[in-house]
């Protein structure tokens, strides 16, 4: 049968057939298209998770990488001496950034356990006095060496940072960067930074102790630099000028605590070294003190501020557990290892003094004052020599090495036969040089007198003596109540052989000032030369008796270690009532 073209039901059929077979090759395609879109799909998430997990494996690579490397650079245990960084200028009030910031780095990371960072004042003696710092550093057990730079780039401050070792060789590096009017941030940055890279746990309290700049004013912040730099030289101006700029700096910012503690730790100092001991001042540090703690109640500053305050009222038990608060978060705070010692030595317990000032000197070894702390806590145990090998040590960073010998290193020496042969005759040219430049100095005089008798040289030493009583009888001539004139002629005339004069010239002075601590310390220093006869080195227990009351007089109205280390007291100091008589007053 044959087809026909015109058939109508053909072409119907036809266009079925054609259309059937369009629409099952489109659903075809359309399968394969989505088909392949699946599986494209698949291979790009393949590849995403394929990545993924690369990038973790990478991270995880890398972290166990920088961890060991890091435990190769750095030891367990770490000394680190943070030197003064170079800077090429000052800023407008005059703080020296290198110095500056070197020291707020080293005071940050006081916190750090595992790291132990040399105090500040050792770093700025060491490079005032050594030829080859670095070196000098090394060789007092501090292996590692952070120095940097300081530059001011107009619009932001950059500092760069590098430790070496004691091959000179870096072991790390850094770079920060603070527009200039977040310069405050960099001590900080910096200190977190070397936190991670020498692997420090902190605890949470230091962790936020350390991340709190203090204050986002930079003008006050430079105030406030400048007075740790002045405080630090510890001179009357100095402080006195340390004090101008913390008043400053919280004026500038009055919700900044450590310009509040700095003020109040200047007036520590005026009122510890008795320039300054009206109630007035007084009343102010603990004004500052509390306005300190009331901002930050966790800062250091203020708490070690308070702590040397309650000492000074004679609360001793309530400043020790406050120095013990700060220890425990900054174990490596000099100043409060400074303080506990001093308070420890207070309350009687030299051997807790003599570990926790020997701490202090672990961290700063070329600290003046814990030398002279070390002196003084060792000649208190009759370890005179210890006490001189630590004199010895201060003697290059003193400002007055010649005053030092004079007055500090007398009083160790005439207590030890072998140290007044090695070291007399130096001290005897130290006197011999600072009573040529001030013949009129009475203490000098006096000290002068002492180190020749001990030295045996009888005649000479009465010539300055003689000399003493020339000066002070024609004072007390014109100023016939004069207390300390007469106290001093006492002094002259027992150490001249005339003990009942001096007795009676002492009972004079007391008339007068019954209740002067100097007065009362020289009193006790006559009866302990006295009470020791030169025959059979017998003990006159009436002379003994009235040394240690008025010593307890002394160290109740004002505790003065200097003086109970004074050379006068060797021979009330071997006794075992003169530790008794200084605590007991104390508890």
């Known amino acids: 049968m044959e087809f026909e073209p015109t058939n109508e039901d053909l072409k119907v059929w036809e266009k079925r057939i054609y259309d059937s077979r369009e629409k099952r090759l489109r659903d075809e395609e359309a399968a394969l298209a989505r088909q392949r879109e699946i599986e494209q799909k698949a291979r790009k998430q393949k590849i995403k998770t394929a990545r993924r997990l690369t990038a973790v494996f990478i991270v995880a690579l890398l972290a166990i990488l920088i961890y060991e490397f890091q435990k190769d650079i750095f030891p367990q245990t770490v000394f680190l001496a943070v030197q003064t960084f170079s800077s090429s200028e000052h800023a407008g009030n005059g703080t020296n950034l290198g110095s500056s910031f070197a020291r707020e780095i080293a005071d940050k990371m006081s916190s750090f356990d595992n790291v132990t960072v040399m105090g500040s004042s050792s770093i700025q003696n060491i490079e005032r006095t050594s030829h080859n710092p670095t070196s000098t550093m090394n060789s007092l057990g501090f292996m590692y060496i952070l120095k940097g730079s300081v530059v001011n780039k107009g619009a932001t401050y950059e500092v760069y940072v590098n430790v070496v070792d004691t091959s000179n060789k870096d072991v790390w590096s850094g770079h920060f960067e603070q527009p200039a009017s977040s310069i405050m941030q960099l001590p900080k940055e910096i200190s977190l930074q070397l936190a991670k890279v020498m ?22 912040f430079l105030l406030y630099l400048k007075g740790k730099e002045d405080l630090e030289k510890r001179t009357l101006s100095s402080v006195k000028e340390a004090y101008i700029q913390f008043t400053q700096a919280f004026n500038a910012d009055p919700q900044y605590a450590n310009a509040y503690a700095g003020a109040a730790s200047a007036l520590l100092v005026k009122i510890e070294n008795r320039w300054d001991r009206s109630d007035s001042t007084m009343n102010q ?25 309650l000492s000074l009222k004679k609360k001793l038990s309530d400043a020790n557990k406050l120095l013990d608060d700060v220890l425990s978060q900054y174990p490596h705070h000099v100043e409060a290892l400074l303080a506990k010692s001093k308070i420890l030595v207070k ?40 006490a001189m090998q630590y004199s010895d040590y201060a003697l290059p960073i003193v400002e007055d090495s010649s005053r030092y010998l004079s007055e500090t290193v007398l009083d160790f020496v005439m207590a030890d036969p072998d140290l007044q042969i090695s070291s007399g005759g130096r001290i005897v040219n130290a006197c011999t040089q600072m009573v040529r430049n001030n013949p009129r100095d009475m203490k000098i005089l006096y000290h002068q007198a002492q180190i020749l008798q001990v030295l045996g040289k009888i005649p000479e030493a009465n010539q300055p003596l003689l000399t003493m009583r020339s000066i002070l009888q024609n004072q007390l001539i014109s100023q016939p109540r004069n207390a300390d004139a007469m106290m001093n002629l006492a002094l002259m005339l027992t150490r001249y052989g005339s003990f009942p004069e001096g007795i009676d010239m002492a009972r004079r002075a007391v008339s007068i000032s019954r209740n002067d601590p100097s007065i009362l310390y020289k009193l006790a220093q006559m009866y302990s030369v006295q009470m020791a006869s030169h025959k059979g080195a017998k003990i006159d227990a009436t002379k003994k008796s009235e040394a240690l009351k008025y010593l307890g007089e002394a160290v109740n109205l004002d505790y003065r270690i200097d003086e109970l280390a004074d050379g006068d007291f060797f021979n009330l100091r071997s006794q075992p009532e003169f530790l008794t008589t200084i605590q007991m007053q104390l508890k």
Not at 206 to 213: D, G, Q, S, Y
């Open 285 to 309: 540090t603990e004004q500052l003190i509390n306005q300190s703690l009331k901002l930050q109640p966790t800062f250091p500053m203020g708490k070690v501020a308070k702590a040397r305050l």
């Open 347 to 386: 309350m009687g317990n030299l051997e807790e003094a003599y570990t926790i000032i020997n701490r202090a000197y672990v961290i700063s070894p070329r600290d003046a004052e814990v030398l002279l702390m070390e002196g003084y806590i060792n000649t208190f145990k009759g370890k005179f020599r210890d």
């Open 199 to 220: 692997g420090v746990k902190l605890t949470d309290q230091a962790e936020t102790n350390l991340k709190i700049t203090g204050t986002t004013n930079v003008p006050a």
